[in-house]
């Protein structure tokens, strides 16, 4: 089992700037692929920004230049840099893992940190 665990969430102006932390604990081999999700009032959950082990990144293209998404493999860490904050991210968002153990990959998903854009 894999448990995440988010932080980093709170109310900013537009233009301003936030950085997500995500911590992922448990039992695993590895961790391929971690990412950010968000999900706003009413809409579907979407992928922002994934990276794998060794360091790729895909981000969506609403995001693009503005966050940047990162990890620290030593401390199973995922972060999201977030700058040029608009009122269009505010949205609930969420840790996820592809998680190895056992020679199955499983995904997990962290309980969403709330990210507020005031106008």
């Known amino acids: 089992q894999v448990q995440l665990v988010e932080s980093g969430g709170g109310l900013v102006q537009a233009g301003g700037s936030l950085r997500l932390s995500c911590a992922a604990s448990?039992?695993?081999?590895?961790?391929?692929?971690m990412g950010w999700y968000r999900q706003a009032p009413g809409k579907q959950r979407d992928v922002v920004a994934t990276?794998?082990?060794?360091?790729?990144?895909n981000y969506t293209d609403s995001v693009k230049g503005r966050f940047t998404i990162s990890r620290d493999n030593a401390k199973n860490t995922v972060y999201l840099q977030m700058n040029s904050l608009k009122p269009e991210d505010t949205a609930v968002y969420y840790c996820?893992?592809?998680?190895?153990?056992?020679?199955?990959?499983?995904?997990?998903w962290g309980q969403g940190t709330q990210v507020t854009l005031s106008s």
């Open positions: 448990g039992r695993f081999f590895s961790i391929k692929t």
């Open positions: 996820n893992a592809d998680a190895v153990y056992l020679l199955r990959r499983t995904p997990y």
């Open positions: 990276i794998t082990s060794d360091g790729a990144t």
